[in-house]
């Protein structure tokens, strides 16, 4: 079950070029995404990178594991106060200049930190793991795939049980149990601070138009303002679009995925918005081409939908709490480069994994809209990870 | 669904009695869990506590939530540079020394607050919070005891549902849909950097045996390395001792109880050590008097295993992955002060809620142990707050 030594050895030396480039001696890890990519073992672990040579897995917890985990091997760590020992130990220079996580760090961590290494300068490291991680091996590609089996398990589960009187909150226990039990993993790692998730938004009617902290589109009334996420305890009534939007992790790797549902019929006017919903997914997924920038393929995208739609100003939210962006990279977190937002200038790059989520707010009366995690690959577009019928299932 | 003004205001209150005494003019909190405890939202915003007057709420996102949600009413925020004169267009002064949550605070963002505020003191209050926030109020006491109908009613839908042929992963999935069903709010908060938590831990035999970086003393194997902690796809077998170790939150508030389940029987050793675990429980219990330090509990506490029971080799844990507590704070967060560890000095207080877990861990054969989440009350020792019958579930 280890990642193989060939991935961790790849990633490791792409990072290294990039400390060379900008003159860092090496770069002490800590955030767990970060660390699980460049150790391949999820444990409490700081990965201390130098510019050249073998870098090092230092364990706090728990040890064994990470040992047998990490194809770098191990080093037990009993305190922040031995980690310039442990480096010169393993045959390295102390660095003049070191990289840190300034994006996540915790201040009271870093000082321990600047103390340690009185002498010398720290740079922030995140930017460039943020944009190493957001292109995937073809390894990590097919632990996507495998995540992306669950969706349609839950989805054709979803039909059967869904019934007149259920509430939002009885069908997201049902669709939660069975994703786990058919293997997602359940923990959702994002990167942004005080960034919350569980699962996903399973919502019907206007509970889903309601917006909330979480920058997204759907995001559900939540059971109370403490949990502002997700589903209500309300009912899902006839006619109400119901919205499935989850996300599926298997060995760390996220698929995120939206389908619609309903009890009996939905409105002409929301059935031909999900159409030009899924028009638009299909549009904007032959845009996503190597060397093409994202803020261009947004442009393009919301222009689009300005003139060949009539719902511009219900496209992915309404009024003052809609999104500035359609897709979002996701890998290890949720909230990975790139995202497909106004003036974003990242350039598409194979290999990069992007949910692309196209979605009509209609206040008042529930969302309707469709997502799919798919890979940039060539001219002829993105290619897609997840698969699951388009068609709105009616019960 | 507003938490009550007048816990926001004794909290407040509380919170600016500490600042004066430090000579803090003023706290800029950004950490949800704080925000939430003082704003009474969970919503994106920051909350400014001067040290007299009323504190403002400024919001990011969602600012028709939070204004609805927050007796202190609402005020819109639309980038972080506009925060001092927010300040005084609320009629504040601008602080000279300013306390901020040093452990929790990204480093890059702590950075734009040192420009925003060039020629202030910039001091760390997060210990004087979650000291605070480590002492709970009636009111959310009450919400705690809400949170305590989850776990019975799962624990007695696990007696229909467990059989042989089972694995860990099934038994979780319907265990952690069934009480999302009855109301877990799911998304489960913790504090400390780095920290991952998903329902719990469902996991018998060996596996529950298995340390992992998370900071208890039952973990679970999970599923791959990537997510290191839960059920895993294994068998449960006859006679495995099947730890149900979940955490249940409403409106934000979480409790913490482990109970124990089994296909067939379990030793005569196990079931002995078992009913050691619930007598160390009640005298734990019974030892969180009021004006006790939480160390000298735990002193005491390990001082009766070991003249007491012939495993104290097991207690808590076993060798290098022995964890060094007993108990835990719980609230808002599952990691909260005080804890019942080793040469700690908190002396506790009626109001502080702590979950008690002594626990039994037997290298290759599995865990028993018991938890329940306790209020500290008078010299009759702590109040439970979860209840469930003691009894281990035989199927």
Same mark, same amino acid.
């Given at each position: 079950?280890?990642?193989?030594?060939?991935?961790?050895?790849?990633?490791?030396?792409? %990072?290294?070029?990039?400390?060379?480039?900008?003159?860092?001696?090496?770069?002490?890890?800590?955030?767990?995404?970060?660390?699980?990519?460049?150790?391949?073992?999820?444990? #409490?672990?700081?990965?201390?990178?130098?510019?050249?040579?073998?870098?090092?897995?230092?364990?706090?917890?728990?040890?064994?594991?990470?040992?047998?985990?990490?194809?770098?091997?191990?080093?037990?760590?009993?305190?922040?106060?031995?980690?310039?020992?442990?480096?010169?130990?393993?045959?390295?220079?102390?660095?003049?200049?070191?990289?840190?996580?300034?994006?996540?760090?915790?201040?009271?961590?870093?000082?321990?930190?600047?103390?340690?290494?009185? *002498?010398?300068?720290?740079?922030?490291?995140?930017?460039?793991?943020?944009?190493?991680?957001?292109?995937?091996?073809?390894?990590?590609?097919?632990?996507?795939?495998?995540?992306?089996?669950?969706?349609?398990?839950?989805?054709?589960?979803?039909?059967?049980?869904?019934?007149?009187?259920?509430?939002?909150?009885?069908?997201?226990?049902?669709?939660?149990?069975?994703?786990?039990?058919?293997? #997602?993993?359940?923990?959702?790692?994002?990167?942004?601070?005080?960034?919350?998730?569980?699962?996903?938004?399973?919502?019907?009617?206007?509970?889903?138009?309601?917006?909330?902290?979480?920058?997204?589109? =759907?995001?559900?009334?939540?059971?109370?303002?403490?949990?502002?996420?997700?589903?209500?305890?309300?009912?899902?009534?006839?006619?109400?679009?119901?919205?499935?939007?989850?996300?599926?992790?298997?060995?760390?790797?996220?698929?995120?995925? *939206?389908?619609?549902?309903?009890?009996?019929?939905?409105?002409?006017?929301?059935?031909?918005?999900?159409?030009?919903?899924?028009?638009?997914?299909?549009?904007?997924?032959?845009?996503?081409?190597?060397?093409?920038?994202?803020?261009?393929?947004?442009?393009?995208?919301?222009?689009?939908?300005?003139? #060949?739609?009539?719902?511009?100003? #219900?496209?992915?939210?309404?009024?003052?709490?809609?999104?500035?962006?359609?897709?979002?990279?996701?890998?290890?977190?949720?909230?990975?480069?790139?995202?497909?937002?106004?003036?974003?200038?990242?350039?598409? =790059?194979?290999?990069?994994?992007?949910?692309?989520?196209?979605?009509?707010?209609?206040?008042?009366?529930?969302?309707?809209?469709?997502?799919? *995690?798919?890979?940039?690959?060539?001219?002829?577009?993105?290619? %897609?990870?997840?698969?699951?019928?388009?068609?709105?299932?009616?019960?």
């Amino acid at each position: 079950m280890r990642v193989p030594f060939f991935e961790l050895q790849a990633r490791a030396t792409y %990072f290294q070029d990039y400390l060379r480039s900008q003159g860092i001696d090496g770069a002490l890890l800590v955030q767990r995404a970060d660390t699980l990519y460049f150790s391949g073992t999820a444990q #409490n672990v700081h990965f201390y990178v130098p510019k050249t040579g073998r870098p090092v897995v230092l364990v706090y917890r728990d040890f064994a594991r990470a040992q047998a985990e990490s194809s770098w091997g191990a080093i037990p760590l009993t305190g922040l106060s031995k980690i310039p020992e442990l480096i010169q130990g393993s045959g390295l220079p102390l660095p003049q200049v070191l990289g840190l996580e300034f994006d996540v760090l915790p201040v009271a961590q870093f000082e321990r930190y600047r103390k340690l290494f009185p *002498t010398v300068a720290l740079k922030d490291i995140s930017g460039a793991i943020r944009r190493q991680r957001a292109v995937k091996s073809a390894w990590e590609i097919e632990r996507m795939q495998e995540a992306a089996e669950i969706y349609p398990q839950v989805l054709a589960y979803a039909r059967t049980i869904l019934r007149p009187g259920m509430t939002e909150l009885e069908l997201e226990g049902l669709l939660e149990g069975k994703a786990r039990a058919l293997g #997602n993993g359940g923990y959702v790692r994002m990167r942004g601070f005080g960034s919350e998730f569980h699962f996903g938004a399973v919502t019907a009617g206007e509970r889903a138009t309601i917006p909330s902290s979480f920058d997204g589109p =759907v995001v559900g009334q939540g059971l109370w303002p403490e949990q502002p996420a997700g589903a209500s305890e309300a009912e899902i009534r006839t006619g109400e679009p119901i919205v499935v939007d989850t996300v599926n992790v298997v060995r760390g790797y996220q698929v995120d995925q *939206t389908r619609m549902l309903a009890i009996g019929d939905l409105s002409e006017e929301l059935k031909k918005a999900y159409a030009l919903a899924c028009e638009i997914e299909e549009i904007l997924r032959r845009a996503l081409v190597p060397g093409r920038t994202t803020g261009e393929v947004y442009d393009e995208v919301l222009t689009w939908v300005k003139e #060949n739609t009539p719902y511009s100003e #219900n496209f992915m939210g309404y009024g003052p709490s809609r999104v500035s962006f359609v897709g979002h990279g996701v890998g290890l977190e949720l909230d990975e480069l790139p995202t497909i937002s106004r003036g974003a200038r990242e350039v598409l =790059v194979p290999g990069m994994v992007i949910a692309i989520e196209p979605k009509f707010v209609f206040p008042g009366v529930g969302v309707v809209g469709i997502e799919d *995690t798919v890979v940039v690959a060539d001219a002829d577009g993105a290619r %897609f990870i997840t698969k699951a019928p388009q068609e709105i299932i009616f019960a």
